[in-house]
């Protein structure tokens, strides 16, 4: 029997352990039922609640270890540990309240919930859902202005997020708003600024030009840029991660000589084409065909098709695109190829590229309702030559295209795991700051108590999902599945407070002229690109899970 104790670090930590030892019979239960994953596609819904219920365990885990690295090195804080007592309680909660609404589905007994039954994990669970408990944090939250200052535990990334949180206080955030409202293409005098800052090379080596500072400070530097703006700032070095990524795990020696001192120097700016019109998720059905050509004596591929949601791909220097070098389709994955394409750069919502060597790529944006500064291009391709030398891994790289490409799309998804952390950051201290100064029936919105209620529960969920993602950011391994857990809770929360802080600024949140409304529409993107959530849920997290 489990007794109740009083350090919010210890009760969090019993409950999350209670539902991670129930949770991982569910899991072994549902590997038996799908044939470990194979049959996956006949429990869709299930997989899910499997999926989901996992990944957010896994956040509590990495908000009470952070709270418990802290207390080791005696420089804990209440305040986290608080957080993390509140979010495993309303997690445990989640997770006894599924098992027991579909006991069967889950292949669980009454005996296997007996812990997660327990009056003593109940008692744990009410105390850490106490409404006061939470209206304290919100109230902590307020009287700091929402301001993010968890300690990082890595003095480069400490460093790294001062600067970066400068660099978009002063140069990103006056001009984020005109970008969102008026469509505009990010400006090229702030790419070269953020070319200058090294931002574009933070996890690419020293070796090949890069910084080398590692993941974790350029999931830091996509944070702060992304709080300041999503597209024109937070997302500029998502598109090269993915490429350098693919070369570092895939490339040529000289290739990555060649390639990733440009990428992480800006001088090549890279986009990714990988969706087609009629393929979205299902990369292996890719359509888009290279076939072999020589061109002036030299060795290539011409390359036909289109690509869809190709992000910035007008400003672009080179494209990221993978294309079926197999030509029998039944090879699936296994016949793609990932080529980088050089073009032009271009400027407005159309675009027109033509070779000397005779192949045409024309472009047009989608009108989108948030997410702007970069504009996401449908592209039409007919007859681009590629050098051979411009197929990543060359000769060893035919038909290894898809598994690099997975390989940077892990980064990606890790990156949009902290893009998601940025957007619900800002809109957390945007939040802070309006309910503070409005005041209403002869005090201000922050004195109310349902006020530091909505605070508190959004100032928990942004911390499980940062907690999630720097853990995965620490690890990072392109074949692991935090990175895609990340993506999948931080997304969501990234919508469910960004909403929350539209609805407590009231009529003003939905006024195109205050930012609240931008974050709104800029985290709609998020659980759509990089991956969308149900394709995280089952054809990712729950497989990794299940297999």
Not at 8 to 35: D, G
Not at 128 to 156: F, P, Q, T
Request: aromatic share 6%.
């Amino acid at each position: 029997m489990t007794t109740i104790v009083s350090n919010p670090a210890i009760s969090a930590r019993t409950l999350v352990n209670t539902s991670q030892e129930v949770i991982s019979k569910a899991i072994k239960h549902a590997s038996e039922m799908t044939e470990g994953g194979r049959l996956i596609d006949q429990h869709q819904i299930h997989t899910q609640r499997i999926a989901y219920l996992t990944t957010e365990i896994r956040a509590a885990h990495e908000l009470v270890a952070f709270v418990e690295r802290s207390e080791h090195r005696q420089s804990s804080d209440h305040h986290s540990a608080e957080m993390a007592y509140c979010y495993a309680a309303e997690i445990t909660h989640k997770l006894r309240s599924q098992i027991e609404s579909a006991l069967e589905d889950f292949g669980l007994t009454e005996t296997d919930l007996t812990d997660l039954n327990s009056l003593s994990i109940k008692k744990l669970i009410r105390s850490g859902l106490a409404e006061e408990k939470i209206r304290n944090i919100g109230s902590r939250v307020l009287m700091n202005g929402g301001v993010n200052n968890v300690e990082l535990e890595d003095e480069v990334a400490t460093l790294t997020r001062d600067a970066a949180r400068d660099f978009a206080k002063n140069e990103v955030a006056p001009l984020a708003q005109d970008i969102h409202r008026q469509d505009l293409l990010v400006p090229d005098e702030l790419l070269n600024k953020f070319s200058a800052q090294g931002f574009f090379g933070s996890s690419i080596p020293e070796e090949y030009g890069g910084t080398g500072m590692g993941d974790l400070p350029m999931i830091v530097i996509t944070e702060e840029l992304s709080a300041a703006s999503l597209a024109a700032a937070g997302s500029l070095a998502t598109r090269p991660e993915i490429l350098a990524k693919a070369l570092l795990a895939g490339g040529t020696e000289d290739q990555k000589q060649e390639w990733l001192p440009k990428i992480a120097s800006g001088e090549e700016l890279i986009a990714v084409a990988v969706t087609e019109p009629d393929t979205g998720s299902d990369v292996a059905s890719l359509q888009t065909k290279a076939e072999p050509a020589e061109f002036n004596g030299k060795r290539g591929w011409r390359i036909n098709g289109a690509k869809a949601w190709s992000t910035f791909s007008g400003r672009a220097t080179t494209l990221a695109l993978l294309a079926r070098t197999n030509p029998d389709s039944s090879q699936g994955s296994k016949g793609l190829s990932l080529f980088m394409v050089k073009k032009d750069p271009f400027y407005g919502h159309s675009w027109k590229f033509e070779q000397v060597e005779g192949g045409v790529m024309e472009a047009t944006a989608n009108p989108t309702p948030g997410y702007r500064g970069m504009h996401s291009f449908n592209i039409g391709i007919d007859n681009i030559w590629v050098p051979h030398d411009c197929l990543v891994g060359e000769d060893s790289g035919v038909d290894k295209g898809f598994y690099l490409q997975m390989g940077g799309f892990a980064a990606g998804r890790i990156q949009t795991g902290g893009r998601a952390c940025g957007v619900a950051q800002a809109a957390l201290e945007k939040a802070c700051q309006y309910v503070t100064q409005r005041r209403q029936f002869g005090q201000s919105l922050g004195d109310y108590q349902l006020t530091q209620y909505m605070i508190g529960r959004m100032a928990i969920r942004i911390a499980a999902s940062r907690h999630l993602t720097y853990a995965a950011a620490r690890s990072f391994d392109t074949r692991a599945v935090e990175p895609s857990m990340s993506k999948l809770l931080s997304c969501d929360v990234a919508g469910e407070v960004t909403r929350e802080s539209q609805l407590l600024h009231g009529g003003w949140g939905y006024s195109e002229e205050d930012s609240s409304a931008r974050y709104v529409v800029d985290a709609l993107v998020l659980p759509i690109f990089e991956g969308t959530k149900p394709i995280l849920e089952l054809k990712v997290i729950g497989r990794a899970l299940l297999a």
